[in-house]
């Protein structure tokens, strides 16, 4: 007596043995790709052990419809049986096997009783009827394929005629090896959302990159073609007004002059566009070196003093230490203090005074740092951190809260009532701004309407 039941334990242990080899198998070969085709390749080999026992495996694709993935069988002849069945015998939502017979309560469901009927039931066709009878069936067994809650699909084990029903143990076993194939077929779908999102960001990116340059070959072309022609209209007016071509009126003059300077002002419009473009496209080389900030402020104001003088503003350079560095592009600047100056200008009106003032400035990201007592830092610290600043301020109309920022988008002006007289065309802050970013400052405004406007310019020390 106590020799049969040590030699039921031993075979006990011997079956729990090769389970567990066989689940630790099945979850290395689930898992062997990524690849959701070559998953379900390997899922569709899933098998109880036991002699007979065959199974369908049903998927529910990411799309929500079912698919019958494989009819697996350990007998070579039935196997090619039933592969020849794949295609042709679909699932169907009132199947009383597979998907829809563990939808509603997702646990495993054992069919002993009438198990010929309920898959005779699932066949659609007399040629797939004929293919299941000679498969042969008894208990069915259905199992859920879960993965985080969500139904990926089921495995129905088809036991042969007259063998004996589901031992709990084989249940338990049966839910393990799909759990097996759940946890390979979520991880197939999660790699195939992402590889499938990264796809649509290159498309994206693409698509993006590819309008970007169609944008800057345009613009490039246009300012080109724009440019040609004005040149050749500025040529002509002065080689009139020299009288080349015979004697000129005062009105002739006159006429010439105002041509002249709607020359001036399209060329500046088609000038800056190109500008833009550039800046946009990245084509914008920065030739970074120590300067002098005074050295370009006085340059910069000297070129539009004159102006002011005629309009009667007020004009001065105020305390701008001589010592004051910057590592920036000269020419890029003068290019944005010229800008500043000329708007200050166009937007104060006569009377009205301009002032300019370099310090010592933080940046906003560095303003607490640099208010500290630095002295402790290494040089290279406390140079990183400081900035130098430029600030124009004016006396004019101010800039309403709302519009502080839109005035640096391209395109944008405020107020154009009062200065369409006045050259223009909205892309000067933008492109000032940019410019100022590219050498690693910024450029900022502060103002009230009716108050005036303060713009500045902020710089890297040298
Ligand atoms: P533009 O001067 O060619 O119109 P900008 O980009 O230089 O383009 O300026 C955009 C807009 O910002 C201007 O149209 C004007 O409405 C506003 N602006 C710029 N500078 C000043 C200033 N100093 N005072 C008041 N408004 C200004």
């Not at 969500?150 to 084989?170: C, K, M, N, W």
């Not at 006085?298 to 001065?316: C, E, T, W, Y």
Request: proline share 4%; hydrophobic share 45%.
């Amino acid at each position: 007596m106590s020799a049969l039941r040590e030699q039921d334990s031993a075979s006990a242990a011997e079956l729990a043995r090769n389970r567990a080899q066989l689940l630790a198998d099945a979850g290395l070969r689930f898992g062997a790709s990524l690849d959701q085709e070559l998953t379900y390749a390997a899922i569709a080999t899933v098998a109880l052990p036991g002699p007979g026992a065959w199974c369908i495996v049903d998927v529910i694709e990411p799309g929500g419809t079912l698919r019958r993935l494989d009819v697996v069988h350990p007998d070579d002849e039935k196997q090619s049986a039933a592969r020849a069945l794949i295609g042709r015998w679909t699932p169907a939502a009132d199947d009383p096997i597979g998907v829809p017979a563990i939808a509603r309560d997702r646990l495993p469901i054992v069919i002993s009783e009438r198990a010929e009927t309920a898959v005779v039931a699932a066949a659609r066709d007399p040629e797939t009827l004929r293919v299941l009878r000679w498969l042969g069936s008894g208990a069915l067994l259905v199992v859920p394929i879960i993965a985080h809650g969500s139904l990926l699909g089921a495995i129905t084990f088809v036991g042969q005629p007259g063998a004996r029903s589901y031992h709990p143990d084989e249940v338990a076993f049966a839910k393990a090896l799909a759990s097996r194939c759940a946890q390979a077929l979520e991880s197939a779908r999660l790699y195939a959302t992402a590889r499938a999102a990264l796809a649509d960001a290159d498309a994206a990116r693409a698509q993006a990159e590819s309008a970007n340059e169609t944008k800057t070959k345009f613009l490039n072309t246009m300012s080109h073609e724009l440019r040609t022609p004005l040149n050749a209209i500025a040529g002509y007016a002065q080689l009139m007004e020299l009288g080349i071509h015979g004697p000129v009126t005062e009105e002739q003059k006159t006429d010439l002059a105002s041509i002249q300077r709607s020359q001036a002002h399209l060329l500046g419009l088609v000038n800056a566009v190109l500008n833009f473009a550039q800046l946009e496209a990245g084509y914008v080389v920065y030739a970074m070196a120590k300067i002098q900030l005074i050295d370009i402020v006085r340059d910069a104001a000297s070129l539009v003093s004159p102006q002011m003088h005629a309009k009667n503003i007020g004009f001065s350079l105020e305390r701008c230490d001589e010592s004051l560095a910057v590592n920036a592009d000269a020419a890029k600047v003068r290019q944005i203090l010229l800008n500043l100056l000329n708007n200050a200008m166009k937007f104060t009106a006569p009377g009205g005074s301009i002032t300019v003032v370099c310090t010592h400035d933080t940046r906003k990201d560095i303003a607490n740092a640099a208010s500290e007592d630095t002295r402790d830092l290494p040089r290279e610290v406390t140079a990183a951190r400081s900035a130098r600043a430029v600030r124009v301020t004016d006396s004019g109309i101010g800039i309403s809260p709302s519009d502080l920022e839109a005035i640096f988008n391209p395109f944008v002006q405020v107020n154009r009532r009062l200065t369409s007289s006045d050259s223009g065309v909205g892309l000067g802050l933008a492109i000032s701004r940019d410019l100022a970013r590219g050498m690693g400052g910024d450029l900022t405004v502060e103002s009230r309407v009716g108050a005036g406007s303060t713009f500045t310019l902020t710089l890297p020390a040298a």
